[in-house]
């Protein structure tokens, strides 16, 4: 079993004991084109928790990003604040824009309703910031089983070879890095039915809200 996946996963199935998952909040959005194997979905502006990590790898940056968000909604704010865990949990990759051109990760954590507006400060030892997600569309990609560093970046590349053969062929990628974002949502103990999500932002001409995607901004 993959450890990263099995770390995020054991969290949220000891979530699962005391609040049912299907309650978790999640980021809102609207499906605005939908294809045999990806859709196009218009997201609302909202606020997340970033954390961002160097580490060589995928699960690696996954695991120790999350680590820092866990520790932020069980309190670790100037606020104290106990904030509900939330779906799913997003990792952007930015392939170059690490230390020698390595990959850079961002883990992302949205942050339910009642915190949008005012975020809880994290303890500086945490090295997390709010990440203002504004108004996008994002092409999504879905995938079953786990989440690792062999086959993210083929899903990736899966979604835009989709992207390049669509008949909506004015459909193009808005990030110039070619980032992308793998989003998790499942508890390592589901082993049938697994979802797992690759993103990309993309603008499209016809489509209300995608003709001018903002440029992401990390």
């Known amino acids: ?63 120790f990003g999350f680590h820092r968000l866990y520790q932020y909604i069980q309190g670790a704010n100037v606020n104290r604040s106990r904030i509900p865990m939330t779906a799913p949990v997003v990792t952007s990759i930015v392939p170059g824009a690490g230390p020698f051109s390595s990959s850079s990760y961002f883990v992302r954590l949205y942050l339910p309703t009642k915190f949008q507006a005012h975020p809880p400060v994290p303890l500086s030892g945490l090295h997390l910031k709010p990440y203002i997600w504004q108004s996008r569309c994002v092409a999504v990609r879905k995938f079953s089983g786990y989440a690792t560093d062999d086959n993210i970046a083929n899903e990736a590349k899966e979604l835009a070879l989709s992207l390049s053969r669509s008949p909506r062929a004015n459909t193009t990628f808005v990030d110039s890095n070619n980032a992308y974002s793998v989003a998790q949502y499942d508890s390592p103990f589901q082993y049938i039915g697994r979802l797992n999500e690759v993103w990309a932002e993309v603008k499209a001409s016809g489509l209300e809200g995608c003709e001018d995607s903002k440029i992401a901004s990390y």
């Open 1 to 63: 079993m993959e450890k990263t996946s099995w770390c995020i996963g054991a969290v949220l199935s000891l979530l699962c004991l005391w609040i049912p998952c299907n309650a978790v909040e999640s980021p809102q959005y609207a499906v605005v084109h939908t294809e045999s194997d990806f859709v196009i979905r218009l997201y609302t502006k909202s606020t997340w928790m970033s954390a961002q990590s160097n580490d060589i790898s995928f699960e690696k940056a996954t695991l």
